[in-house]
C-alpha cells in the first residue's frame, strides 16, 4: 500500500491456513427463509474454531444511515456506539479442514474495490474455492426435501451440475457474491453460490430445513465434513409447526397438494418442478420477495 493510501480491511488475526473454503453468506440480499443466515450461525456454533480473521472498513463500504449503529446509553450517558461490520471468521470442519466465513452486511458501496480485496484476502490465504449460500422462494412444499441450485462463472461450471441446475436465460437483480463469483475465478480461483429453494408461503419465516440443504450442499461440493444434526431437528419442529397452520386451511392444503404432485410428476428436474416458471416470472417473484423484506 503506497503512503496515503487508505487500507480498505484490517488484519485481526496473523496465521496461516491450508487451502481454506471460503463460504460468503452476506446479509442483505435474497435470503429467504433465512436459510442462509441460519446455516451459518449453526456452521460457527458447532466450528472447532471461531476467531475474526479479517475486518472491512464500514465506513468505507456501508451506508451508516441503512445500518445505523447501536448506541449503548447507561443513565443517560452515551458510553459508546456498536458499528455494523463485515468481517472474515475462521473455523474448521468436524476433521479439522481450513473454512473461512465472510458474513455480515452485504456493501452498499464500492464493490469493485470490495471484491479486489476479498480476491486479494483469498490469494494472501490460499483459498481453494468460494461457496456461496442464498436461498431464494419456489413454487414448492414444505412436505418435500429441499433441492439446491447453483450458479457459477465459465471457469466453475462444471459445479452446477453436482447441485442443480436452473434451466433457461434469466435476467434478475445481482447481489455483490455474483461479482465476486466472477473476481474470484478470473483470480483462477474456483466459485459456486447454492440456492435453496424454500417454498413461498413459508420465505419469510424461518426455515431450517433450506439451512440443512446448504449445509449438506457445501460438505458435498466442497469435500467438508459437517455436521447438520441441530437444524434438522429444528426442521423436523419447524414442519410440523407449518403442518398445522396448513391443516387448519383447506384452501392452503389444496395449494400444498397440488404443489406435491407437481414435484412428484417431475423426478429428475433439479428444482423440482414440471413446469420452468420463464425468467420473467422468478425475477418477479424475488422483487415482490425483496420488496416484502424492506417493508
Known amino acids: 500500500m503506497s503512503p496515503g493510501e487508505r487500507s480498505l480491511y484490517t488484519v485481526n488475526l496473523q496465521r496461516t491456513f491450508k487451502e ?5 453468506a452476506l446479509d442483505g440480499w435474497v435470503d429467504a427463509g433465512l436459510g442462509a443466515a441460519t446455516a451459518v450461525s449453526a456452521l460457527l456454533a458447532n466450528a472447532y474454531d471461531d476467531d475474526i480473521v479479517i475486518t472491512f472498513d464500514g465506513d468505507h463500504f456501508l451506508d451508516q444511515r441503512a445500518r445505523r449503529p447501536v448506541s449503548h446509553i447507561v443513565n443517560g450517558v452515551t458510553k459508546e456506539l456498536t458499528w455494523p461490520k463485515t468481517q472474515i471468521r475462521f473455523a474448521k470442519d468436524l476433521l479439522g479442514a481450513d473454512m473461512l466465513f465472510l458474513i455480515g452486511p452485504e456493501p452498499d458501496f464500492h464493490w469493485v474495490g470490495f471484491v479486489d480485496s476479498v480476491v486479494e484476502i483469498a490469494r494472501t490465504y490460499g483459498v481453494k474455492m468460494m461457496v456461496g449460500f442464498g436461498a431464494f422462494p419456489a413454487p414448492a412444499p414444505h412436505t418435500r426435501p429441499v433441492k439446491l441450485a447453483a450458479t457459477a462463472p465459465e471457469r466453475s461450471k462444471e459445479l452446477i ?13 445481482a447481489g455483490v457474491s455474483s461479482a465476486l463469483e466472477l473476481g474470484l475465478a478470473a483470480a483462477g480461483i474456483d466459485a459456486v453460490t447454492l440456492w435453496a429453494r424454500v417454498p413461498h408461503y413459508v420465505a419469510a419465516m424461518p426455515f431450517p430445513d433450506a439451512s440443512v ?4 450442499g457445501l460438505a458435498s461440493v466442497a469435500g467438508l465434513a459437517l455436521d447438520s444434526g441441530t437444524l434438522r431437528r429444528a426442521a423436523d419442529n419447524s414442519r410440523r409447526q407449518v403442518d ?20 412428484d410428476a417431475s423426478e429428475g428436474n433439479p428444482l423440482g418442478i414440471d413446469d420452468m416458471p420463464s425468467g420473467d416470472e422468478i425475477a418477479a417473484e424475488l422483487e415482490r420477495f425483496l420488496r416484502g423484506e424492506e417493508q
Open 20 to 24: 481454506p473454503v471460503l463460504v460468503v
Open 161 to 173: 451440475p453436482q447441485v442443480g441446475i436452473v434451466q433457461g436465460t434469466l435476467e434478475v437483480p
Open 213 to 216: 440443504a446448504l449445509v449438506d
Open 244 to 263: 398445522e397452520v396448513i391443516a387448519a386451511s383447506p384452501e392452503h392444503s389444496s395449494m400444498v397438494h397440488k404443489l406435491e404432485a407437481t414435484i
